[in-house]
C-alpha cells in the first residue's frame, strides 16, 4: 500500500477491507478505485497543500506538526489539527510577529528548514515565539529594518546628520529608528499617500520605485504607456483615465 505524502493511505491494521487516509482522517473501501477516487478528490489535495503552509509532514506513517511539536492521533485529520485552538493560536502569534519584519516562515512551514531566515539581519532564527519575539524586538534589527525601509519610504540623508528627509512629505525626520519607523508607520500624511497611490497604480502597470529610491526624480513610470508621469495623486490619475491610456486595455 503506498503511503507517500501524494497518498496518505495507511492499512487498517482492524479490518481487511479498508484503508485509512492519513490526511483526511477517514477509511476508504480497499479498492483501487475507491482509494485513486478519494485521492484525486479536492479534500485530499486541499488536505495536502495545508500540509506544505502550516508545518506538518508526513514520515514513517506518522503525521506531525512542527509548529506544535505534536504527533497527531488517529482521530486526528490534518484540517482538524489546523483549525484547534494551539495551533491556530502559534499561526496567528507568528504571522503577527513577523508580520513586516522581512522573515519569511514559508521554508519553515513546508519543511525545507528548520529556522526562519531574517533578510535584513542576514541571520538564521529558531522557529520559537520567544526568539522570533526577541530578536523583532532588538535593536540591531530594527535598525536593520529601519534601513531597509528608508529607500522605499522616499527617506533620505541631508548634511545635517540628526535629521532625514521625508520627500513623499517634503518635511525633515529626526534620525533615529525610533523617529523614521514611527514616522513611516504612524505619520497620517505619509500613510495616506501611499494609501492614495496604490489604490490608484494597481492593474495599471505603474512604478513608483525609481520615485522613492532616488532622491531627485520627480516622475513615476508607466510601463504600458512607456511613459513619465509626474509623480502625484491628480497627474497618476489624469494619466490613468486618457484615452491613450485606457486605449491599451480595451
Known amino acids: 500500500m503506498k503511503t507517500s505524502l501524494l497518498y496518505g493511505i495507511l492499512a487498517d491494521a482492524n479490518s481487511k477491507t479498508r484503508v485509512r487516509c492519513v490526511f483526511c482522517g477517514v477509511y476508504i473501501p480497499k ?12 479534500k ?5 497543500e495545508l500540509m506544505a503552509t502550516n508545518g506538518i509532514s508526513f514520515n514513517n506513517d506518522v503525521l506531525y506538526c512542527k509548529p506544535c511539536k505534536h504527533t497527531l492521533t488517529e482521530d486526528e485529520s490534518v484540517s482538524k489539527h489546523i483549525d484547534g485552538d494551539d495551533h491556530a493560536n502559534w499561526m496567528t502569534a ?9 522573515i519569511s ?10 529556522e526562519v531566515y531574517c533578510e535584513v539581519c542576514n541571520t538564521t532564527i529558531d522557529c520559537a515565539l520567544l526568539n522570533i519575539e526577541e530578536h523583532v524586538n532588538s535593536f540591531n534589527h530594527r535598525a536593520n529594518v529601519c534601513d531597509k525601509l528608508k529607500p522605499l519610504n522616499g527617506i533620505f540623508p541631508v548634511e545635517n546628520n540628526d535629521e532625514v528627509w521625508c520627500k513623499v512629505c517634503d518635511i525633515y525626520l529626526e534620525n533615529t529608528v525610533k523617529g523614521i519607523l514611527e514616522h513611516i508607520d504612524d505619520d497620517e500624511q ?3 499617500w501611499f494609501s492614495e497611490m496604490e489604490d490608484l497604480i494597481e492593474d495599471h ?6 520615485y522613492l529610491t532616488n532622491e531627485h526624480e520627480n516622475n513615476a513610470f508607466c510601463n504600458t504607456c512607456q511613459i513619465e508621469i509626474i509623480c502625484n ?3 497618476i490619475e489624469d494619466h490613468i483615465n486618457s484615452d491613450s491610456h485606457l486605449s491599451h486595455f480595451s
Not at 479498492?31 to 479536492?42: D, F, P, V, Y
Not at 507568528?94 to 522581512?102: A, T, Y
Not at 502597470?205 to 525609481?210: F, G, L, P, Q, V
Open 105 to 114: 516562515l514559508e521554508p519553515y512551514l513546508s519543511g525545507e528548514k528548520d
Open 94 to 102: 507568528i504571522e503577527d510577529l513577523v508580520d513586516g519584519e522581512f
Open 190 to 192: 505619509h500613510v495616506d
Open 233 to 235: 495623486a491628480q497627474s
Open 205 to 210: 502597470e505603474i512604478s513608483i520605485e525609481d
Open 44 to 48: 485530499h489535495k486541499e488536505n495536502i
Open 31 to 42: 479498492a483501487s478505485k475507491c482509494i485513486e477516487q478519494h485521492t484525486n478528490g479536492t
